[in-house]
């Protein structure tokens, strides 16, 4: 009888907790649809700002986090599979792969504005890009790596050992059976984890502060050397460093609102990318 | 070439897990164009002696092997041997099946794919001829293009078949091919190995011994890592000459 109680118990604060979260979830997307949905129209989205963000629209800011988002993936995609491939398939499981984990899951978990610092010095300093979308990708490439590396190792290792096995036994070569027979079972899983981090990235504004983004542009970028606006930046700027934020409070939730459209639509990207592949390859 | 009466010859075959040795000084002769069985109870290294004929246990990281296996008079662990070729003479059956989750003809063409072949017709006629080799095209002949892993157990096994038969080898090696089958699925695959010995030298690790006993012509048995008797099947179940063999068939341990 206690036994049932307790199990009752716990079964219901588990649902608790779990409506919990979703509730706040939920008030947030409320909160910001509400106040941002006003605001934005077609003039918000494809306008430049008047009067240091008091007016217009944010064009240059969501063109800017759409080329850091692109520069983000063609830099930290290649790179992080590769890597995965690597310590998945090839690397000996030693002392050194461990630490080579280690340090890619500590890396995971470094503040977002040492990767910043970090991107200064290197980027915008010592390789001499400036502060450029160049900068500003690769920093915010650098801060993504670790999740997608650790994301894609995990797909690599939950195909199963028969299939490899099957295609060695052929006489495939390891590459060719990596490249036929892991790679497409593993690959959904692998972008899906990406683009979930590159998401998260795209909304960052601490790495692109120092690294590319600049407070007001009056052209849209013409080359990978150059400044750009950027969404959480522009967000940042109009909430704290704007002389009137109470009165352009509604266009940072039509900013916020544009942004988590953006991350939204990344994410729904993942899912229809996963639907697709689980469809084409199911064991 | 020593085409006449070995196809596989393992001398004084040793093989080790880390510090943990499975195989003590295995010597055993493979008759070419016969079913060779490896009986023994679980754990006693036949799986594992079968794993080294196609050098399948080289992704095993930290293991060694020491001895010689030739096959067709050529040392196969010889640094100058290429594993690829090795593999294309030696084909292996799992015991868990292990289709791709790809088409029965892309699984069926996997081989000959990985080896540079990608005439159209060429391959369609190996499909047809590998799945009819393995009593398989009859029922998958009108879905070549379905998933795979749609087939039954016993269809999937057979397909697994046909793809190692796709590559053309000479050997084939199968590592308990039945034994996650029911009774009608596992009769399938022991008539296609009565089938197949015509063409091919067969060696297969079977823990049930009336399998062994229905379907090869040689038997050895392994215990504890070593080979204890070798001979051919039917007097190895009726007059066994070591104690442990006999005790083993006769179900008093294993």
């Given at each position: 009888?206690?036994?049932?109680?307790s199990?009752?118990?716990?079964?219901?604060?588990?649902?608790?907790?779990?409506?919990?979260?979703?509730?706040?979830i939920?008030?947030?997307?409320?909160d910001?649809?509400?106040?941002?949905?006003?605001?934005?129209n077609?003039?918000?989205?494809?306008?430049?700002?008047?009067?240091?963000?008091?007016?217009?629209?944010?064009?240059?800011?969501?063109?800017?986090?759409?080329?850091?988002?692109?520069?983000?993936?063609?830099?930290?995609?290649?790179?992080?599979?590769?890597c995965?491939?690597?310590?998945?398939?090839y690397?000996?499981?030693?002392?050194?792969?461990?630490?080579?984990?280690?340090?890619?899951?500590?890396?995971?978990?470094v503040?977002?504005?040492?990767y910043?610092?970090?991107g200064?010095?290197?980027?915008?300093?010592f390789?001499r890009f400036?502060?450029?979308?160049?900068?500003?990708?690769?920093?915010?490439?650098?801060?993504?790596?670790?999740?997608?590396?650790?994301?894609?190792?995990?797909?690599?290792?939950?195909?199963?050992?028969?299939?490899?096995?099957?295609?060695?036994a052929?006489?495939?070569?390891?590459?060719?059976?990596?490249?036929?027979?892991v790679?497409?079972?593993?690959?959904?899983?692998?972008?899906?984890?990406?683009?979930?981090?590159?998401?998260r990235a795209a909304?960052?504004?601490?790495?692109?502060?120092?690294?590319?983004?600049?407070f007001?542009?009056?052209?849209?970028?013409?080359?990978?050397?150059?400044?750009?606006?950027?969404?959480?930046?522009?967000?940042?700027?109009?909430?704290?460093?704007?002389?009137?934020?109470?009165?352009?409070?509604?266009l940072?939730y039509?900013?916020?609102?544009?942004?988590?459209?953006l991350?939204?639509?990344?994410?729904?990207?993942?899912?229809?990318?996963?639907?697709?592949?689980r469809?084409k390859?199911?064991? | 070439?020593?085409?006449s009466?070995?196809?596989?010859?393992?001398?004084d075959?040793?093989?080790?897990?880390?510090?943990?040795?499975?195989?003590?000084?295995?010597?055993?002769?493979?008759?070419?164009?016969?079913?060779?069985?490896?009986?023994?109870?679980?754990?006693?290294?036949?799986?594992?002696?079968l794993?080294?004929?196609?050098?399948?246990?080289?992704?095993?990281?930290?293991?060694?092997?020491?001895?010689?296996?030739l096959?067709?008079?050529?040392?196969?662990y010889?640094?100058?041997?290429n594993?690829v070729?090795?593999?294309?003479?030696?084909?292996?059956?799992?015991?868990?099946?292990?289709?791709?989750?790809k088409?029965?003809f892309?699984?069926?063409?996997?081989?000959p794919?990985?080896?540079?072949?990608?005439?159209?017709k060429?391959?369609?006629?190996?499909?047809?001829?590998?799945?009819?080799?393995?009593?398989?095209?009859d029922?998958?002949?009108?879905?070549?293009?379905?998933?795979?892993m749609?087939?039954?157990?016993?269809?999937?096994?057979?397909?697994?078949?046909?793809?190692?038969l796709?590559?053309?080898p000479?050997?084939?090696?199968?590592?308990?091919?039945?034994?996650?089958?029911?009774?009608?699925s596992?009769?399938?695959?022991?008539?296609?190995?009565?089938?197949?010995?015509?063409?091919?030298?067969?060696?297969?690790?079977?823990?049930?011994?009336?399998?062994?006993?229905?379907?090869?012509?040689?038997?050895?048995?392994?215990?504890?890592?070593?080979?204890?008797?070798l001979?051919?099947?039917?007097?190895?179940?009726?007059?066994p000459k070591?104690?442990?063999?006999?005790?083993y068939?006769t179900?008093?341990?294993?």
């Amino acid at each position: 009888m206690s036994g049932n109680l307790s199990q009752k118990l716990s079964y219901q604060l588990l649902r608790l907790i779990t409506y919990g979260i979703v509730l706040c979830i939920g008030y947030i997307l409320f909160d910001v649809i509400r106040h941002g949905l006003p605001v934005i129209n077609w003039d918000f989205l494809t306008s430049f700002p008047r009067r240091s963000g008091s007016e217009g629209g944010i064009l240059p800011a969501i063109v800017g986090t759409f080329y850091l988002t692109v520069g983000t993936i063609m830099v930290a995609l290649p790179l992080g599979i590769g890597c995965a491939i690597y310590l998945a398939e090839y690397a000996e499981q030693n002392r050194f792969s461990e630490l080579v984990r280690l340090a890619i899951i500590t890396l995971a978990g470094v503040p977002s504005i040492v990767y910043g610092l970090f991107g200064l010095g290197l980027f915008v300093i010592f390789c001499r890009f400036g502060t450029s979308i160049l900068a500003g990708s690769l920093t915010l490439a650098c801060m993504v790596l670790p999740i997608i590396i650790v994301t894609s190792e995990e797909a690599l290792r939950a195909v199963p050992r028969g299939f490899r096995e099957a295609s060695l036994a052929l006489g495939a070569t390891k590459w060719q059976t990596i490249r036929t027979n892991v790679l497409p079972y593993s690959i959904s899983g692998m972008i899906t984890g990406s683009i979930l981090a590159i998401g998260r990235a795209a909304g960052e504004t601490a790495p692109i502060l120092l690294t590319v983004a600049a407070f007001f542009l009056p052209k849209l970028p013409g080359s990978v050397f150059d400044q750009v606006m950027a969404l959480p930046y522009h967000l940042y700027i109009l909430a704290t460093q704007h002389p009137e934020t109470e009165k352009v409070l509604p266009l940072q939730y039509g900013t916020a609102l544009v942004l988590l459209m953006l991350v939204l639509g990344m994410n729904i990207g993942a899912i229809v990318i996963r639907i697709y592949f689980r469809k084409k390859y199911k064991w | 070439m020593q085409e006449s009466n070995t196809a596989i010859q393992a001398m004084d075959v040793s093989f080790f897990y880390g510090p943990n040795q499975a195989l003590f000084n295995i010597s055993l002769d493979v008759a070419p164009k016969r079913v060779t069985a490896l009986i023994g109870p679980s754990g006693c290294g036949k799986s594992t002696f079968l794993r080294c004929l196609n050098r399948m246990n080289d992704i095993i990281p930290k293991t060694r092997l020491t001895g010689k296996v030739l096959i067709n008079g050529q040392d196969i662990y010889d640094a100058k041997e290429n594993i690829v070729d090795l593999r294309k003479q030696v084909g292996m059956v799992f015991q868990k099946s292990n289709p791709f989750p790809k088409s029965i003809f892309d699984n069926v063409a996997y081989g000959p794919r990985i080896h540079k072949l990608h005439d159209r017709k060429r391959l369609a006629e190996i499909v047809e001829k590998s799945l009819r080799r393995a009593a398989l095209w009859d029922e998958v002949k009108d879905r070549l293009g379905e998933n795979a892993m749609g087939l039954s157990g016993g269809q999937q096994q057979r397909l697994c078949i046909a793809r190692a038969l796709a590559v053309d080898p000479q050997i084939l090696l199968m590592d308990e091919p039945a034994s996650a089958l029911d009774p009608k699925s596992t009769t399938h695959i022991e008539d296609l190995i009565g089938e197949l010995r015509q063409d091919y030298t067969i060696v297969i690790v079977t823990h049930n011994m009336q399998q062994a006993a229905r379907v090869s012509d040689t038997t050895a048995f392994f215990y504890e890592g070593r080979l204890i008797e070798l001979g051919r099947t039917k007097r190895i179940f009726t007059k066994p000459k070591e104690k442990q063999t006999e005790d083993y068939i006769t179900g008093r341990f294993g």
